[in-house]
């Protein structure tokens, strides 16, 4: 069976199979600044989720067997950007992350996190696509024969592959708990977070790393006024730990500094 489900753009949900949508639920959110900067896209709603799905089925292969994985530089500022850099610098020398086709996964490449992660965010489910674990490697993948998502058990693999400093993605606060309980050293970064509650936004500051604000009102209340270090203007990136300061500002130094936005755009609405 091939079946992806994902959430993206203003975290709508969407199924797709055998490389077409076979549903699609509606977004949280009616406006994405990242969205109307590099796609033009001034509001979500049904058809322009749909044409930019496909394009990115189109254009990339995502969540089928001609999936591009590799992508360059374009000195832009994300999550995957940071893991990126620090896997380029051998900061870390371990990140795990999660891509459609294949599920939880092992990246050691600067050029496999940025595209895996700079494409497709919230990957919630799916299923095994045999070219995709091929090229990142079957033994790179937490469980090739089903694709599993687990994020806790992508570490505890990461550890006892003999990996000394990892980096995570997390989609949720329950992972990032476990994984700080496995390994504390572990560097923990928060995604994918529109619509969290105000309790969850508070203990992700107390546990995370790297938080990205996404659409998320919480994360901004709490991260402006707790966060160490705050970079990003429209979909602000928050430090919540001196590694994670640290690392931002890594990033901020590769890319040449960060531009200041006067009147920024930003998601709407926030939620």
Request: hydrophobic fraction near 40%.
């Amino acid at each position: 069976m091939d079946e992806h489900i994902i959430e993206a753009l203003g975290k709508t949900k969407i199924v797709i199979k055998n490389g077409r949508i076979i549903s699609m639920g509606k977004p949280m959110i009616k406006y994405c600044p990242l969205f109307h900067k590099y796609r033009g896209i001034k509001e979500l709603n049904k058809d322009t989720i749909q044409e930019n799905i496909e394009f990115r089925i189109k254009d990339f292969g995502m969540c089928t067997p001609k999936r591009e994985l590799r992508m360059r530089d374009f000195l832009s500022f994300g999550v995957s950007e940071i893991i990126s850099t620090l896997l380029e610098d051998d900061i870390i020398d371990c990140a795990v992350m999660v891509c459609e086709g294949a599920g939880t996964v092992l990246i050691t490449q600067p050029e496999l996190a940025q595209g895996i992660g700079g494409r497709i965010s919230g990957v919630i489910k799916t299923t095994p696509i045999k070219e995709i674990i091929e090229k990142l490697g079957r033994e790179n993948v937490l469980e090739p024969d089903t694709a599993k998502i687990d994020q806790p058990m992508g570490v505890n693999k990461a550890l006892n592959e003999g990996y000394n400093s990892i980096a995570v993605t997390v989609a949720s606060l329950d992972d990032a708990k476990k994984i700080k309980k496995i390994n504390s050293k572990v560097y923990v970064f928060a995604v994918h977070l529109t619509g969290i509650t105000r309790k969850e936004a508070e203990m992700l500051f107390k546990t995370a790393d790297i938080i990205t604000s996404c659409a998320s009102k919480h994360i901004r209340e709490i991260g402006d006024k707790k966060a160490l270090f705050k970079a990003g203007y429209s979909i602000p990136i928050y430090a919540a730990t001196k590694a994670g300061e640290k690392f931002i500002k890594k990033r901020i130094k590769k890319i040449g500094g960060l531009k200041e936005k006067k009147n920024p755009k930003l998601p709407y609405p926030l939620i």
